[in-house]
């Protein structure tokens, strides 16, 4: 037997990587909260894009204190993505054009299987479609797609998935009203606010 595969099968070493990770990871996200913390939108969508498997228009303007967990994360134009919204990306998140995310968004990918004896993680992608609107302090959870034209309600907690042009809302949220069809023309990325 090696030297190497005797060090590798010594309990503390597993102990020793895994602290290790856990300390790499926490400086990770130190870092990334340092630098989504300068009050520059063009360096914040800059600081994102430099992150493999991220992909954020440039006219998509990210507001103050956004929170990201990293992975893969897709939005597209026109979108708008307002201030203190969390983005759990571990699973990844994919938003479509002229999505308006209001103030206090959180979409998590991942979350923890309560009858699970290790407490285990599972999730998924979630999905957000053109034109669709989160309103201020609703909660999307791992694996939902959210049709095109969709709208979720302030406070709602949204667990399944939502019809195109559905209003929903309420926790869990439901289907509270239709939105009409119609060739929607506007652009929440194009009304930012400088400096914030």
Not at 76 to 94: A, M, W
């Amino acid at each position: 037997m090696s030297l190497k595969s005797t060090i590798k099968s010594l309990p503390c070493y597993s102990v020793w990587r895994n602290r290790l990770h856990i300390y790499g990871d926490a400086a990770s996200m130190i870092w990334i909260r340092i630098c989504l913390a300068i009050p520059s939108k063009h360096f914040r969508r800059f600081f994102l894009n430099c992150h493999r498997d991220v992909c954020v228009h440039k006219s998509v303007p990210l507001y103050h204190r956004l929170e990201w967990w990293k992975g893969p994360l897709s939005i597209s134009e026109g979108s708008s993505v307002g201030f203190r919204n969390h983005l759990d990306c571990r699973k990844g998140i994919e938003i479509g054009k002229n999505v308006c995310l209001a103030s206090d968004v959180t979409i998590w990918t991942l979350h923890h299987d309560y009858n699970d004896v290790h407490f285990s993680s599972r999730g998924g992608k979630v999905t957000i479609g053109d034109y669709a609107w989160l309103c201020s302090n609703c909660i999307i959870l791992p694996g939902v797609t959210i049709g095109e034209g969709a709208v979720v309600a302030a406070g709602a907690v949204v667990s399944r998935d939502v019809e195109s042009w559905t209003v929903v809302g309420g926790v869990p949220a439901k289907p509270i009203a239709r939105r009409e069809v119609k060739e929607y023309d506007y652009r929440p990325g194009d009304y930012w606010l400088p400096l914030l």
